[in-house]
Nanobody
Framework: QVQLHESGPGLVKPSQTLSLTCTVS??????????WNWIRQPPGKGREWMGA???????YYGPSLKSHTSIARDATKNQFTLHLTSVTPADTGIYYC??????????????????????WGQGTQVTVSS
């Protein structure tokens, strides 16, 4: 059974870059068909899809974040990463990595649907504060 685990700093200062890593076990980040996603949930709000990397290495970003978001994978470490530049307190929240069998419909501006993901990390709290 695949397992995902997020890691990274819990506290980031405004204007800095947030870097998170998702380590995958029990499955490969280069496996056919699967998309590896970053999702976040600000306090008191719903979950927001940030982006994904597909089985062929193609990268997809949510429209509101793509200007300061980058996603990559490291097949040798079986990890994928998120970098979010110029963070502000509005970027505070719980960050999740998740696997799904297809590109989420959120990419096509459809509402977030948790059912599109079959495996989740436990989430990591990130606070942006000086």
């Amino acid at each position: 059974q695949v397992q995902l685990h997020e890691s990274g700093p819990g506290l980031v200062k405004p204007s800095q870059t947030l870097s998170l890593t998702c380590t995958v076990s029990g499955g490969s980040v280069t496996a056919d068909y699967y998309y590896w996603n970053w999702i976040r949930q600000p306090p008191g709000k719903g979950r927001e899809w940030m982006g994904a990397i597909g089985p062929d290495g193609s990268i997809y970003y949510g429209p509101s974040l793509k200007s300061h978001t980058s996603i990559a994978r490291d097949a040798t470490k079986n990890q994928f990463t998120l970098h979010l530049t110029s963070v502000t307190p509005a970027d505070t929240g719980i960050y999740y990595c998740a696997r799904g069998p297809r590109l989420p419909t959120t990419y096509f501006s459809i509402s977030f649907n948790s059912d599109e993901y079959d495996s989740w990390g436990q989430g990591t709290q990130v606070t942006v504060s000086s």
